[in-house]
């Protein structure tokens, strides 16, 4: 495998993480970004600047211009970014009217227009490289929305929305968008659960206000049961990244507790989505 740049976001904790040392282990040139390298995540920038083939860049991904400075320190440093994993992500559950707006737009400015600042700097390059790789992490709930993840699920909506529609419009520049999809992993965002603002108004749901609280339970006894690795995320990103251009597939799952529903999912909407760019004069996209 050719050793390609990567720019991964969220690399402090989780998927990221893991991505960040599997993509270095492999021989790529790996920039792993945060916030607050000098600050709460100073032993984490630490150790993942500690290692071969590993810088570690300060990014504050709600900043357009923190996002515009850290990808000019790539292309000047290195000329070139071959991938973009968008990583990073936000979580909160709860009863959907418990969220206030700024939690909707804490949210959103997270999972969505976070990636596509990111997406925004990247492209130019691409395209003048005829050449590139865009990964966006999002999840089942991308496909499916939950209740009581359903603030969570609009937002990663969005970001498939944007992936799919991209997928098509840049690849015959050369350019590849794919989704990474995962299921619950226990991991740091999955335990930290943030909860929505609004709680003023549990009251008025009575018992159906307990249920977010037994989903997640229900979710940790399945975790346990069937122990989900979250180095799975990683090996499939490093497997997009090795794999043809051109040949990858828009969509890949990684959810060993309900995975399987999501990929029923995905082949049922692909089949009728190729009909609909057909009806459109778009056939030729596919």
């Known amino acids: 495998m050719s050793k390609k740049i990567?720019?991964?976001?969220?690399?402090?904790?989780?998927?990221?993480?893991?991505?960040?040392?599997?993509?270095?282990?492999?021989?790529?040139?790996?920039?792993?970004?945060m916030r607050d390298t000098q600050g709460r995540n100073a032993d984490k920038a630490a150790a993942l600047a500690a290692i071969a083939n590993v810088t570690v860049l300060d990014i504050t991904l709600t900043d357009d211009e923190s996002v515009r400075q850290a990808v000019e320190t790539v292309l000047t440093k290195?000329?070139?970014?071959?991938?973009?994993?968008?990583?990073?992500?936000?979580?909160?559950?709860g009863v959907a009217?418990?969220?206030t707006?700024?939690?909707?737009?804490?949210?959103?400015?997270?999972?969505?227009?976070a990636p596509w600042r990111m997406i925004k700097q990247v492209?130019?390059?691409?395209?003048?490289q005829a050449d590139g790789l865009i990964i966006n992490v999002t999840s089942g709930f991308g496909r499916v929305s939950f209740p009581f993840a359903t603030i969570y699920a609009a937002s990663k909506f969005a970001l498939e929305g944007i992936s799919e529609g991209?997928?098509?419009?840049?690849?015959?520049?050369?350019?590849?968008?794919a989704i990474v999809e995962p299921g619950a992993f226990p991991t740091e965002m999955q335990q930290k659960n943030n909860p929505a603002s609004d709680q003023t108004v549990f009251e008025g749901y009575g018992a159906i206000a307990d249920i977010p609280g037994k989903m997640i339970a229900a979710l940790g006894?399945?975790?346990?049961?069937?122990?989900?690795?979250?180095?799975?995320?990683?090996?499939?990103?490093?497997?997009?990244?090795?794999t043809p251009k051109g040949t990858r597939p828009?969509?890949?799952?990684?959810?060993?507790?309900?995975?399987?529903?999501?990929?029923?999912?995905?082949?049922?909407?692909?089949?009728?989505?190729?009909?609909?760019?057909?009806?459109?004069?778009?056939?030729?996209?596919?």
Do not use: C
């Open 101 to 113: 707006t700024a939690d909707v737009h804490t949210t959103f400015d997270i999972n969505v227009y």
């Open 123 to 128: 492209l130019p390059t691409m395209r003048k």
């Open 78 to 93: 290195e000329g070139t970014i071959d991938v973009l994993v968008n990583n990073a992500g936000y979580s909160m559950t």
């Open 166 to 177: 991209l997928h098509y419009e840049v690849k015959r520049l050369g350019i590849d968008v």
């Open 6 to 33: 990567v720019l991964i976001t969220g690399t402090n904790s989780g998927f990221g993480w893991l991505t960040a040392h599997s993509l270095a282990a492999a021989g790529h040139q790996v920039y792993a970004s």
């Open 221 to 242: 006894a399945e975790m346990q049961a069937k122990n989900p690795d979250p180095q799975d995320v990683a090996d499939t990103i490093l497997k997009l990244i090795a």
């Open 250 to 286: 828009l969509r890949t799952v990684v959810d060993p507790i309900t995975g399987q529903y999501i990929d029923a999912a995905n082949e049922a909407v692909a089949k009728q989505f190729a009909a609909g760019l057909t009806v459109f004069g778009m056939g030729a996209l596919l």
């Open 97 to 99: 009217e418990s969220f």
